[in-house]
């Protein structure tokens, strides 16, 4: 059975450039959740989605937006990229109903130059 | 407001000796759950252990077991039998009980095992 997949593996930006990063969930997968993860912040939840819903949202700026299709796929994507924004981002899946263990990827490592 | 602790930035441990990562949690609701995940250098978080705040035993998978103490609030995670493969950064999460039990988790600062031969 395959993981959560994370796609690219490694981006390199600019400031005031956008980013799409994507996820593939385990297969059955409904839900999936995104984190940023820095030296500094730790670990941060962005958001969540399931069957095509945002259901719940951290405290991110609106540069910072996701979606999720019929598929479960989901992507987010950052807007006028700041240098802040270097982190690794991890997307993680779960059936969707609480008291579940969230499995994740493996993560795409953003930097912003 | 919802918080994990995890006071122990780094360990050291021998090759085949037990150790014990602290982690101590804040909340005022009384349905959560506790989890601990396992972050090796490739970056990938692995799922070790999860403990709900009902269940009335201690959890335990493999070489992982959670010394749940409710009342002091705290879920420490013990490794048994150390493996060299075991060194990682290790972190404590808990699931925001205000988050409708939807995939929120507030995640502790972590820990660095170092095991050594």
């Known amino acids: 059975k395959a993981g959560v997949t994370q796609t690219p593996r490694y981006l390199i930006k600019t400031r005031g450039q956008q980013v799409t990063l994507s996820c593939s969930p385990i297969s059955g997968h409904r839900s999936v959740s995104w984190y940023q993860q820095t030296p500094g912040q730790g670990l941060q939840f962005l958001f969540e989605y399931f069957s095509e819903t945002q259901r719940n949202k951290g405290n991110f700026p609106g540069r910072f937006s996701g979606r999720q299709f019929s598929n479960s796929r989901s992507e987010m994507n950052v807007s006028t990229l700041e240098l802040g924004d270097s982190a690794l981002y991890l997307c993680a899946s779960s059936l969707g109903s609480a008291g579940e263990e969230l499995f994740f990827g493996s993560g795409t490592q953003l930097s912003v130059l | ?117």
Request: overall charge neutral; proline content about 4%; charged content about 15%.
């Open chain 2, 1 to 117: 407001a919802q918080k994990i602790t995890q006071t122990q930035p780094g360990m050291f441990v021998q090759e085949k000796e037990a150790v014990t990562l602290d982690c101590t949690y804040d909340t005022s609701d009384p349905s959560y759950g506790l989890f601990w995940y396992k972050q090796p250098s490739s970056g990938e978080m692995i799922f070790l252990i999860y403990q709900g705040s009902y269940d009335q035993q201690n959890a335990t998978e493999g070489r992982y077991s959670l010394n749940f103490q409710k009342a002091r609030k705290s879920a420490n995670l013990v490794i048994s039998a150390s493996q060299l493969g075991d060194s990682a950064m290790y972190f404590c999460a808990m699931r925001d009980p205000f988050s409708g039990g939807y995939n929120k988790l507030i995640f502790g600062a972590g820990t660095r095992l170092a095991v050594h031969p």
